[in-house]
């Protein structure tokens, strides 16, 4: 009879490790999708940031082409072919 009880306790013993074990490593792989997660995060908000840079620069510097244009006018050819030049 006591060997049953002492069967009986070592099963559940077995399954209750069994039962922290898997706990431990579910745990461990969600606070290592979590840490790539951040890492991701930080990599596109720097991405984003040097886009908008980017975007502003050209921005900038469309407009001030703009401006360019408006007091030197472009050249125009009028009814002129282009030149050859032999």
Do not use: C, W
């Not at 399954?15 to 990599?43: H, P, Y």
Request: charged share 20%; hydrophobic share 50%; no cysteine.
């Amino acid at each position: 009879m006591r060997m049953y009880v002492i069967l009986v306790l070592s099963a559940l013993l077995l399954l209750g490790l069994a039962f922290l074990g898997t706990s431990f490593v579910r745990a461990q792989q969600n606070a290592r999708r979590a840490r790539k997660q951040q890492a991701v995060a930080a990599r596109l908000d720097a991405v984003v940031a040097q886009a908008e840079q980017e975007h502003k620069e050209r921005k900038a510097a469309a407009q001030a082409s703009a401006a360019l244009t408006t007091v030197l006018p472009a050249i125009k050819q009028g009814d002129q072919a282009p030149r050859r030049v032999a």
